[in-house]
């Protein structure tokens, strides 16, 4: 159709991409606020796991409502079955990791360096599925690299705890391999449907390794407060980013929404640096700067 004065279509297409940079948006803003109620609740002197578990339990019972009130039904395969099993197992052991690196690094480095998993889902496709590693690939392997190295010191100079550093990069190349079997398996199903089984049998998996591993059954909450940064994290870095994702890869594709998702890191250093008094220094900054715009680079080149 030739565009005239008179054609409204490319305004109403910009307002309707514009709500897809929005949702985008959202959904990396609101996943980078998993530090603000899991440090709330450490400080309440609960463990990695019983957080999680509180997490995963609100926002299981949030996405069950949401896809009774879509009318949809809860049956799978075998195959499904299968696939969501091995998908729920990489799901608990990534948000295990990545909670526990709370214990031994600033939050917003963390969720900084959990930011690698691009450039590994890239490394991954190439040494397993053959894919062509391109120039762009290495550069973009070469920035990120140098912004670790910046943030290998935290802000008093002395070096990052190990501990923390091998929590963290277990947490992001096992979310790698996840985002890498999500795309090869292909389920047949809608994100919110895969996302609540795989979220139901990350719950399993959390409470096996609670029992056998970790602090035991997670206790009963006695606070309101516990309850409330709870339901936060159930909510808002779970479900409301699962929806406001979902939206926005819909209306702006996946490599826009993607880049956007740099606004995470950000959003859980500024949460760190403002409510839980971390340090931002210089040499952190720029390391956080490389590291973002090593994973927009991949993104723009997946295009």
């Known amino acids: 159709m030739p565009r005239t004065p008179h054609t409204v279509i490319p305004a ?3 307002i309707f991409a514009f709500k ?14 998993n530090p603000l109620g899991a440090l709330h609740l ?5 463990s990695p796991e019983t957080v999680l578990f509180y997490r995963f339990f609100t926002a299981a019972i949030l996405l069950f409502v949401v896809i009774l009130a879509k009318g949809s039904h809860f049956k799978i395969s075998f195959r499904e079955f299968r696939a969501l099993v091995a998908f729920g197992f990489l799901f608990a052991v990534s948000s295990l990791t990545y909670y526990a690196s709370f214990k031994y690094m600033d939050a917003g480095l963390a969720s900084t360096l959990l930011f690698l998993y691009p450039l590994e889902v890239s490394v991954l ?6 894919e062509k590693i391109k120039t762009w690939t290495i550069v973009s392997i070469a920035v990120s690299m ?3 190295a910046l943030l290998y010191r935290g802000s008093d100079g002395t070096a990052l705890s190990s501990v923390g ?11 790698a391999i996840y985002m890498v079997m999500a795309n090869r398996i292909n389920l047949q199903m809608g994100a919110v449907k895969m996302t609540f089984y795989a979220i139901c049998f990350c719950l399993l998996f959390l409470l096996l390794y609670s029992v056998t591993l970790g ?8 606070q309101a407060s516990s309850w409330g940064w709870g339901f936060m994290l159930g909510l808002v870095p779970t479900v409301l980013s699962l929806i406001f994702m979902v939206k926005a890869v819909k209306i702006i594709g996946s490599t826009p929404t993607a880049i956007l998702g740099a606004l995470e890191p950000v959003t859980a250093v500024t ?8 340090t931002l220094t210089t040499r952190i900054m720029a390391g956080i700067a490389l590291i973002l715009v090593s994973t927009v680079l991949i993104a723009i080149k997946r295009k």
Not at 20 to 33: D, E, H, N, P
Not at 42 to 46: G, K, L, R, V
Not at 125 to 130: D, G, Q
Not at 271 to 278: C, D, K, P, Q, R
């Open 20 to 33: 897809g940079f929005v949702f985008a948006a959202l959904s990396a803003i609101c996943y980078g606020t």
């Open 165 to 175: 550093l091998a929590l963290v990069f277990a947490s992001s190349l096992s979310y």
């Open 125 to 130: 496709m190439a040494v397993f599925f053959k």
């Open 271 to 278: 949460i760190g640096v403002t409510v839980f008094a971390e």
């Open 215 to 222: 602090s035991g059954l997670p206790p009963l909450f006695t």
């Open 146 to 148: 140098a912004g670790v």
């Open 42 to 46: 450490y400080a309440q002197n609960y």
């Open 12 to 14: 109403k297409a910009g």
